[in-house]
């Protein structure tokens, strides 16, 4: 069980856009600004989309967009794209030196 | 750019030492900017962090594995290694070297590629 929340799955056609849940607990998400997002295509190293849990890294559209409140982090995704079907992680600081994860996403583009 | 490149064995028995080592190129692991980290990802599961460690040779470790875990860094090679003790099935993952940017930032901006390591007699 992962320490992080995420749905297992999402899914939206060309052009819509969609919202990935991360819930956290006030020890994680809920204190620190330090949810990050990764993509990860089928059989690739993860990429990092979003840092910080706004910032997004050069070179990745703007269409990936990060927020937070209180204890859960989002990520959406707008005007998809079919290259953007892909699974998503997030990922918060813990304090102490300590990182926790979620289950990931798997998004789907219709 | 930078580069990491996992190698080591891709099938370890049980009740033995699972060893890692994480080639970088392109970038330096002698640098005080960066930690240098590993992840895993258990077949059709979410990632998990295992540790880090800084080019003073400080170690940062998961606590669920702290007891099991050993992280070094070999500046003469550019590497850095991971070693796991007492495998058992449940340690069979995809096992992604990666960097952390340090300074107060907490994200991993750099893959490798990851290397398959099974666990099994």
């Known amino acids: 069980q992962s320490a992080l929340t995420q749905p297992p799955s999402a899914s939206g056609s060309p052009g819509q856009s969609v919202t990935i849940t991360c819930t956290g607990t006030r020890s994680d998400i809920g204190t620190f600004d330090f949810v990050s997002w990764y993509q990860q295509h089928p059989g690739k190293a993860p990429k990092l989309i979003i840092h910080e849990v706004t910032k997004r890294p050069s070179g990745v559209p703007d269409r990936f967009s990060g927020s937070k409140s209180g204890n859960t982090a989002s990520l959406t995704v707008s005007g998809l794209q079919a290259e953007d079907e892909a699974d998503y992680h997030c990922?918060?600081?813990?304090?102490?030196?300590?990182?926790?994860f979620g289950g990931g996403t798997r998004l789907t583009v219709l | 750019q930078l580069q990491l490149q996992e190698s080591g064995p891709g099938l370890v028995k049980p009740s033995e030492t699972l060893s890692l080592t994480c080639t970088v190129s392109?970038?330096?692991?002698?640098?005080?900017?960066?930690?240098w980290v590993w992840i895993r990802q258990p077949p059709g599961k979410g990632l998990q962090w295992i540790g880090d460690v800084f080019y003073s040779g400080v170690t940062y470790y998961n606590p669920s594995l702290k007891s099991r875990v050993t992280m070094s860094q070999d500046t003469s090679k550019n590497q850095f290694s991971l070693n796991l003790t007492s495998v058992t099935a449940a340690d069979t993952a995809v096992y992604f070297c990666?960097?952390?940017?340090?300074?107060?930032?907490?994200?991993?901006?750099?893959w490798g590629q990851g290397a398959l390591v099974t666990v099994s007699s």
């Open positions: 392109g970038g330096s692991v002698n640098s005080n900017s960066y930690f």
């Open positions: 990666a960097r952390r940017v340090g300074g107060g930032r907490y994200f991993f901006d750099y």
């Open positions: 990922t918060s600081y813990a304090g102490s030196s300590n990182f926790v």
